[in-house]
């Protein structure tokens, strides 16, 4: 796709780039850009094993003590 007609038509590339099409926008009949969705990461249960939080994790600070 040249890169007026992206231009004219930016909310259709986008859509179908949405729709998992990958889109190469060309300026003087060479690729310069490519549009493709962005996927969003797998969160994987499990993965946080052996991550713990102390106790007093939200307890006032002490060196903060003179502004609470």
Same mark, same amino acid.
């Given at each position: 796709?040249?890169?007026?007609?992206? #231009?004219?038509?930016?909310?259709? /590339?986008?859509? %179908? $780039?949405?729709?998992?099409?990958?889109?190469?926008?060309? #300026?003087?009949?060479?690729?310069? /850009?490519?549009? %493709? $969705?962005?996927?969003?990461?797998?969160?994987?249960?499990?993965?946080?094993?052996?991550?713990?939080?102390?106790?007093?994790?939200?307890?006032?600070?002490?060196?903060?003590?003179?502004?609470?």
């Amino acid at each position: 796709m040249k890169l007026a007609d992206a #231009k004219a038509r930016f909310s259709e /590339v986008v859509q %179908t $780039a949405m729709l998992g099409e990958t889109i190469i926008i060309t #300026k003087e009949n060479r690729p310069v /850009v490519r549009i %493709t $969705a962005i996927k969003p990461a797998q969160r994987v249960p499990g993965t946080g094993k052996g991550v713990w939080m102390a106790p007093d994790f939200d307890a006032p600070l002490a060196d903060f003590a003179d502004y609470v």
